[in-house]
C-alpha cells in the first residue's frame, strides 16, 4: 500500500530562517502530489499541486516544492519564514490510475518565533 | 456554496451511542471523501466517493462505520456503538475527479 513519510514531526524556526519539510512516498508509479497547511483554528487549504510538467512548483504565499523522482520526494520549501506560517503542513500523495485515494502524511507542526 | 460544508461541528456523545455526521460538498464535485484527524496521527482515511461509481471503503477502521452519499451531493457517516478511540475530528473533503480536494472545517466527536 501507498505511504507517505513526513520525517520531520515539529519544527521551530525564526523569523526569515529558511524552511524546508521533507515529504517521501512509497509507490513507483504515477503520482499527483500536495501540500496542505492547516492554520490553527482553521480548515486544511491547499498550498500547492503538482501533476506533471515543471518538477519545480510554485504555490501560495512563497512557498515551493520539488519533485524529485529518483528520491520519491516532494519537499516544501520557503526561503524565509514569517511568524504568520505557524501552522501544520500536510503532505498528500494520489496514486493515477489506481483510484483517487488521497494519502496523508502524518504532518509537520512549524512554529516560527518572532 | 461557498465552500464544504459539515454538521454539527462539535458532538459531545456517550459511550455506546451511535452518531451521524454529514457533508454538503461544494456544488458539482463529483468525487467526495472522509478522513479522520487524530492528534499526532495525521490524516487517516476513511471512504472515498466517486459519481456512480462504487465507493472505497477500504479504510473503515471496523463495521461500526459506514457511510452513504444520497443523489450523488450530500454524504453522512454514520458510526454505531461508539467508543472512545472514535474520539477524533472527522473531515470531509470534495473535488473534481483527479484534482485537488477541498475541505470542510471538520466536526469534532468527543466520546465519553
Known amino acids: 500500500a501507498q505511504s507517505v513519510s513526513q520525517h520531520n514531526h515539529h519544527v521551530i524556526l525564526s523569523e526569515a530562517a529558511s524552511l524546508e519539510l521533507g515529504c517521501n512516498y512509497s509507490?513507483?508509479?504515477?503520482?499527483?502530489l500536495f501540500w496542505y497547511v492547516q492554520y490553527p483554528g482553521q480548515h486544511l487549504q491547499l498550498l500547492l499541486k503538482?501533476?506533471?510538467?515543471?518538477?519545480l512548483v510554485k504555490g501560495i504565499k512563497g512557498f515551493e516544492a520539488e519533485f524529485i523522482k529518483s528520491k520519491f520526494s516532494f519537499n516544501l520549501r520557503k526561503p524565509s519564514v514569517q511568524w504568520s506560517d505557524t501552522a501544520e503542513y500536510f503532505c498528500?500523495?494520489?496514486?493515477?490510475?489506481?483510484?483517487?485515494?488521497?494519502?496523508f502524511g502524518t504532518g509537520t507542526q512549524l512554529k516560527v518565533e518572532l | 456554496g461557498a465552500g464544504v460544508s459539515q454538521s454539527p461541528s462539535n458532538k459531545v456523545t456517550e459511550k455506546g451511542k451511535d452518531v451521524e455526521l454529514r457533508c454538503d460538498p461544494i456544488?458539482?464535485?463529483?468525487?467526495l471523501y472522509w478522513y479522520r484527524q487524530s492528534l499526532g496521527q495525521g490524516l487517516e482515511f476513511l471512504i472515498y466517493?466517486?459519481?456512480?461509481?462504487?465507493?472505497?471503503k477500504s479504510g473503515l477502521p471496523s463495521d461500526r462505520f459506514s457511510a452513504e452519499r444520497t443523489g450523488g451531493s450530500v454524504s453522512t457517516l454514520t458510526i454505531q456503538r461508539t467508543q472512545q478511540e472514535d474520539s477524533a475530528v472527522y473531515l470531509c473533503?470534495?473535488?473534481?475527479?483527479?484534482?485537488?480536494?477541498?475541505f470542510g472545517q471538520g466536526t469534532r466527536l468527543t466520546v465519553v
Open positions: 509507490y513507483g508509479g504515477t503520482v499527483n
Open positions: 503538482y501533476f506533471s510538467g515543471d518538477p
Open positions: 466517493f466517486q459519481g456512480n461509481s462504487a465507493p472505497d
Open positions: 498528500a500523495v494520489r496514486l493515477t490510475g489506481g483510484g483517487n485515494k488521497l494519502t
Open positions: 473533503a470534495s473535488g473534481q475527479a483527479y484534482t485537488e480536494a477541498f
Open positions: 456544488s458539482g464535485h463529483t468525487a
